[in-house]
């Protein structure tokens, strides 16, 4: 036998099994590749915080809802610990309820240009920040707190930068990274081009932002400049809404609106910030009186709602 012949009869036998491999019943078999989300519905505790639930009940609630992510209050964890339970317990907790924390709300005054309280403010953070490691939670709120009253002075922006920087470092070490919250009522980090200009001055490849559909309306930014921001800067986003009731000037935090239920250019905006690669968390940060005084399950059972809506089509 010839080795053409021998050749002939091997491609042969491999194209059969090749296509034997490949029939319908097995392609019917494969798996079929999913759509990665872009968002990630996420609620901050602040939007029940009114109703003085405590960490367990909190995250009960907002499991029941379907939430599977959230943004927890350090002030309510370490109540929490407090009453004699452990970071052990909480991270069992967490289990029990199949809820991720995405982020942590805090406020150590980091910023603050008096040396001394400065210090004792980033020793207050790093304290947190290690509790926040042993319950799995990777982020933390870092807002102007301290700078953040009327009549505050301001806060020269390249040693916000270096101080930005020095909590960045601490993150490096705890694995907790502080996410740059811009406050449009501040008279520091009220605009989004201060709050990018700290994040890149801190020289620091961990920098992320933390923005909101309120702040930057609060703060005359907008959302205009929001494709200069860069897609890795971004990894949380707080979404609300605001109504024709108010003013930028007269509007405060206290009358944010579930999404949908206000004028802010939501979809628009969630569209200049989705990217392809991951999704962003997307974490509701209400503080209504009103929903305050509905039960808290109905608020987060809402909150759910008025989210899965918000994304739809965007």
């Given at each position: ?218 703060g005359g930014s907008g959302n205009v400049s929001l494709p200069l921001v860069g897609k890795p800067a971004i990894e949380v986003f707080h979404v609300n809404d605001y109504t024709a009731d108010f003013t930028r000037e007269k509007i405060t935090d206290a009358d944010r609106v579930f999404p949908g239920d206000g004028v802010a250019p939501i ?48």
């Amino acid at each position: 036998m010839s080795q053409s012949i021998t050749r002939r009869q091997t491609l042969a036998a491999l194209t059969a099994s090749v296509g034997a491999s490949f029939s319908s019943n097995s392609l019917d078999a494969m798996p079929v590749p999913t759509a990665q989300p872009s968002f990630t519905l996420c609620l901050n505790m602040s939007t029940i915080r009114g109703h003085k639930l405590g960490f367990v009940k909190e995250l009960e609630v907002a499991s029941k809802a379907g939430f599977r992510s959230v943004e927890i209050w350090v002030e309510t964890l370490q109540t929490y610990l407090k009453s004699g339970a452990t970071t052990a317990d909480a991270r069992k907790v967490l289990s029990d309820t199949g809820i991720k924390v995405e982020n942590a709300i805090g406020f150590a005054p980091w910023i603050i240009d008096d040396e001394a309280a400065r210090a004792k403010g980033v020793a207050q953070l790093k304290s947190e920040m290690e509790m926040l490691a042993e319950v799995g939670c990777k982020r933390v709120a870092t807002p102007p707190i301290g700078a953040q009253s009327p009549g505050s002075p301001k806060i020269d922006l390249y040693k916000a930068a270096e101080r930005y920087r020095a909590i960045l470092e601490i993150g490096d070490k705890t694995g907790v990274v502080p996410q740059l919250e811009l406050w449009g009522f501040s008279p520091n980090l009220s605009r989004l081009g201060e709050v990018m200009f700290v994040a890149i001055e801190s020289g620091h490849p961990s920098a992320r932002v933390l923005l909101d559909i309120y702040h930057l309306y609060k703060g005359g930014s907008g959302n205009v400049s929001l494709p200069l921001v860069g897609k890795p800067a971004i990894e949380v986003f707080h979404v609300n809404d605001y109504t024709a009731d108010f003013t930028r000037e007269k509007i405060t935090d206290a009358d944010r609106v579930f999404p949908g239920d206000g004028v802010a250019p939501i979809k628009e905006t969630l569209k200049l910030i989705k990217r392809p690669d991951r999704p962003i968390v997307l974490s509701l940060e209400v503080f209504n009186k009103m929903y305050y005084a509905q039960e808290a399950q109905v608020v987060a059972n809402t909150a759910m709602a008025k989210m899965k809506a918000m994304v739809a089509g965007v």
